[in-house]
Structure formats: C-alpha cells, structure tokens
T-cell receptor
C-alpha cells in the first residue's frame, strides 16, 4: 500500500531556531496536509496544499507541495516552546476518488527554552 | 462548532470484555473515519464511511472489530472480545467529501485492556 516516509523522526532544538521536516512517497498525491498533535489530543490541521509547486504559509509555518507531487516539506521559523509536539504529514491520492489520507509516522519536536 | 466529539476519553477494561467507542462528527460533514494510533504503527486507518455507508474497512484488524454509523451524527467502534494488544488511542475524524479539506479529529479514546 501507499506509504509516506517522514523525517526526521525526532528533533531537539533551541528556542529561536528554525526547523525543517519533510515527507516523501513513491506514489503521487494530489493533496498534502500537515498536522500537529499535542499530548492527549488529536492531530490538528496546520496547512493544506492542493497544487504541485504550491508554497503556503501560516504564520511562522511554511509548507511546500513538491513539483513531482511525491514530496512535501514543512518549515517552522523562530521556534518557541509551544511548538513542541508531533508533526504529521498526510497525503491523499487521486486514485478512485478516495477520501483516504495516508499519514507519515511523525516528527517529534522538542524545543528547549 | 463543538468539533468531533468522542467518548469515553479513557477506557480501562479486562481482556475478553466488550468495548464500545463512540463518535459524533461535525454537523454537515459526510465522511467519518476511525483511526488507531500506537507507538509502533503510528496512525492506522481502520474504516471510513461516506454518507453513513462503510466504504473501506480493509484496515479493520480482525472480526473482533466492527463499526456502525446508523445516522449522520453518530458512529460506534466495537471490539468484542477485547485483547491486551488492542490497547491504543482510537481517533474518530470527519470531513466534507469532495471539498479537499483535511480531516478534523476528535480528542481520542485511550483504551487499555488488562
């Protein structure tokens, strides 16, 4: 089945540093999504990307939909302690009109004050 | 909007007992998804419904698991009999088909089977 390879698995950074994480797939996706999960809660949508090459920002977050439609990255600038959490990429393929999202395994972010 | 509502938030049960997890999707959403999250396997899709009809249940682990959606505002995931390896966080999510939006997740049910 479809799989997303998300990296890195975990990151330990200092407050104020920039962060970058990415997802790759052997399959083509027509939608890429980035979620954040806080402890004890469900994932929350951060950014949605719908077109190859699209670059979208949401505050300090920037994400891009790869031109090949097989990858995406998420950047966080000037990290703050509340950025701590697990970040997931998710992709939806165009096959069969499926609404299924495939999720990466997540990147656990720790921000040291 | 109250979001996706799941109950209970925590469930501890003995092996062999029946467990029922409940979900109320966002009003107006016509797709509903049940996911299971574990450290080892991450987020796994168990089953999803479009307009209350099960579309894909290929992720349901075995016959002990069953899911129903009797109407647009309610779904259940049942495990009977439960086993310790079923211990995980179970999430329900809903979305609007065809719009391309991401899912909205509930806060999850943490299930512990002892």
């Amino acid at each position: 089945g479809q799989q997303l390879n998300q990296s890195p698995q975990s990151m330990f950074i200092q407050e104020g540093e920039d962060v970058s994480m990415n997802c790759t797939s052997s399959s083509i996706f027509n939608t890429w999504l980035w979620y954040k999960q806080d402890p004890g809660e469900g994932p929350v949508l951060l950014i949605a990307l719908y077109k190859a090459g699209e670059l979208t920002s949401n505050g300090r977050l920037t994400a891009q939909f790869g031109i090949t439609r097989k990858d995406s990255f998420l950047n966080i600038s000037a990290s703050i302690p509340s950025d701590v959490g697990i970040y997931f990429c998710a992709g939806r393929s165009s096959q069969g009109g499926s609404e299924k999202l495939v999720f990466g395994k997540g990147t656990k972010l720790t921000v040291n004050p | 909007d109250a979001g996706v509502i799941q109950s209970p938030r925590h469930e501890v049960t003995e092996m062999g007992q029946e467990v029922t997890l409940r979900c109320k999707p966002i009003s107006g959403h016509n797709s509903l998804f049940w996911y299971r999250q574990t450290m080892m396997r991450g987020l796994e899709l168990l089953i999803y419904f479009n307009n209350n009809v099960p579309i894909d249940d290929s992720g349901m682990p075995e016959d002990r698991f069953s899911a129903k959606m009797p109407n647009a505002s309610f779904s259940t995931l049942k495990i009977q009999p439960s086993e310790p390896r079923d211990s995980a966080v179970y999430f329900c999510a809903s979305s609007l088909v065809g719009v391309g939006y991401g899912y909205t997740f509930g806060s999850g049910t943490r299930l512990t089977v002892v």
